[in-house]
């Protein structure tokens, strides 16, 4: 079964940090284009970052440019999102995506369940 | 960056009937335009990539059409488990932006 689970969800105090991880099962995940989507609480979906097969492209949106970094490891079948320098504004539910197709242009086809970033004193 | 607008914001419509969602980009997009169906607590379900690509699985009520700046989504016949919120995204740029969000209410 294709799987993504996030996980790394929690409290953190403005300014803290936060590495969400998301494990991926029944596909090559070194194949795929990889994305952050975030869903502030009542609000709708802003695209965070993603990354290219192997790591060598990376793309953020402007708000967290600077603060998160998004890395992957192909040999644990992880995808990563470092945040720093956390804000009130980030608090969201975090989903992880696959992006369909190996060129990553066509929408992302299988999403984790979420993993909820409160960020807050 | 790329600005992704759908009209309307909400829209009520009843059981059978045909109902489009309008998504309109800042700048042409060419075909690279999806659309995600997103029910309270689930995770956005992919149902329409490149414009008009139906993704596998999903039924064939939906539909998808555009090109450059102005797209649309098409439910022929609105079913139960239709109703939720419809999200366009573009990702011709490098930063993949979503639309606002159109949540469809049972009138």
């Known amino acids: 079964e294709v799987q993504l689970v996030e996980s790394g969800g929690g409290l953190v105090q403005p300014g803290g940090s936060l590495r969400l991880s998301c494990a991926a099962s029944?596909?090559?995940?070194?194949?795929?284009?990889m994305s952050w989507v975030r869903q502030a609480p009542g609000k709708g979906l802003e695209w965070v970052a993603n990354?290219?097969?192997?790591?060598?492209?990376?793309y953020y949106v402007d708000s967290v440019k600077g603060r998160f970094t998004i890395s992957r490891d192909n040999a644990k079948n992880s995808l990563y999102l470092q945040m720093n320098s956390l804000r009130a504004e980030d608090t969201a539910v975090y989903y992880c995506?696959?992006?369909?197709?190996?060129?990553?242009?066509?929408?992302?086809?299988?999403w984790g369940q979420g993993t909820t970033v409160t960020v807050s004193s | 960056d790329i600005q992704m607008t759908q009209s309307p914001s909400s829209l009520s419509a009843s059981v059978g009937d045909r109902v489009t969602i309008t998504c309109r980009a800042s700048?042409?997009?060419?075909?690279?335009l999806n659309w995600y169906q997103q029910k309270p607590g689930k995770a956005p379900k992919l149902l329409i990539y490149?414009?008009?690509s139906l993704q596998s699985g999903v039924p064939s009520r939906f539909s998808g059409s555009g090109s450059g700046t102005d797209f649309t989504l098409t439910i022929s016949s609105l079913q139960p488990e239709d109703f939720a919120t419809y999200y366009c995204?573009?990702?011709?740029?490098?930063?993949?932006?979503f639309g606002q969000g159109t949540k469809l209410e049972i009138k």
């Open positions: 990354i290219k097969q192997d790591g060598s492209e990376k």
């Open positions: 490149a414009a008009s």
């Open positions: 700048q042409s997009i060419s075909s690279y």
């Open positions: 029944g596909f090559t995940f070194s194949s795929y284009w």
């Open positions: 995506a696959r992006d369909l197709g190996a060129a990553g242009y066509y929408g992302m086809d299988v």
């Open positions: 995204q573009q990702s011709y740029s490098t930063l993949h932006t």
